[in-house]
């Protein structure tokens, strides 16, 4: 198995350090499940093809999706990778060089930097006069906390301090308040509901912006908290995607249930429900395309994703969770309405805080939004996923310590 990972490493691949971890035992498989130990071998000879009770490859005009009686297609049933035996050896990077609260700060400290040197150059041996307050609502617009928030801060400060002398650290306490303020609502853990069998977690978002690795982290946390945890490789667009999200099922001992590339996601994703129920999985992690440069096909393909698995469970997805970089600052935004077009989005995941990040965005994102911020990427390894948290957030934004 990690033969084939070895030969068949994916292009956005982490090389974590190897720090051996065990997780706990790799899950147990379905008896039916068989495994598939190269990308390639995904689908099975026609005769072992079954009949799926819905969704179709893109190409059927039956749509079980849609909700018709039509008959279902025939189609190659997904092929499970299996659960690794082991952790494989290196995925864990735990023993950190540095703590994550330095990596975070690290990360944001570009825009800390532009930041505190601002506040220090508006603020040294000045009173708050009206210039200060406008120099100042500049800056907080520049590092991306955008024009309704660096307004709202900068009249605040100027209710309490106006003609009076300040210091660039009382501004920058100042700030860092109003920011965890601000965002402290929105700083909401994942909750995995117990009685949901799976719960089942989408995760949507722009290429590259860190949807398969997030997975990979999330699956990585939920299995040292003792869940089982499933996968469903739904970018069926790229094959890269699908091998990538198999390495991180070896990495993390889950199950991913996959099929080749051009299959219909929505057909996999019923799939790979039917199998975690059956398998009794507690949490079902769904990867999707995120080719936003043909909007309409990757919405038409995200809304039957979410009709096919509801026909299993109306309630699923539970957690429908869009991932976005945090170093594309406003594009964010762009993002986050066009995704909420598509589906209903109720959580966020900001990766990439780590590395030259434009972090004021987030504030931007709460005040606008208001959607939940379960978690931040804050590297590539599989250790780098953390609940968000406000005033560590807040604080190493504009440069202090924690
Ligand atoms: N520094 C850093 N890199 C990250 C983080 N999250 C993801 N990445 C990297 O970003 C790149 C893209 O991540 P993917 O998980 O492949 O993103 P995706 O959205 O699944 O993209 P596609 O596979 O193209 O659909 C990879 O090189 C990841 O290692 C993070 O929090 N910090």
Redesign the pocket.
Known sequence: MFDWFKKKK?????TPEPQAQPLPQAQPMPEETAPVPDADAALPPEAEQETLPAAGEPAAASDAADGDDAAPAAVAPAAVAPAAAAVEPGMDDRPERKGWFARLKD?LSKSTSRLTEGISGIFTKRKLDDEALEELEELLIRADLGPTTAARMTAGLARTRFGKEVSPQEVREYLAGEVQKLVEPVARPLVIEPERRPHVIL?V?????????????LARQLREEGKTVWMAAG?T??A??VS?LKVWGERTGCPVVAKDTGADAAGLAFEALEKARAAGADVLLI?????LQNKTGLMEELRKIVRVIKKLDPEAPHTTLL?L??TTGQNAHSQVEVFKEMVAINGLV??????SARGGVLVALAEKFGLPVHA?????GVY??RPFDARQFARALVGLEG
């Open positions: 994916p292009e956005a691949q982490t990360g995760l978002g722009v290429n590259g912006t860190g949807k398969t690795t997030t997975i990979g982290k970018d667009f790229r890269a995607a990538q990867d999707t395309a995120g080719r991932t970089d945090a900001l990766t990439k805080l780590d590395g931040i990427g804050v590297g590539e780098d996923l």
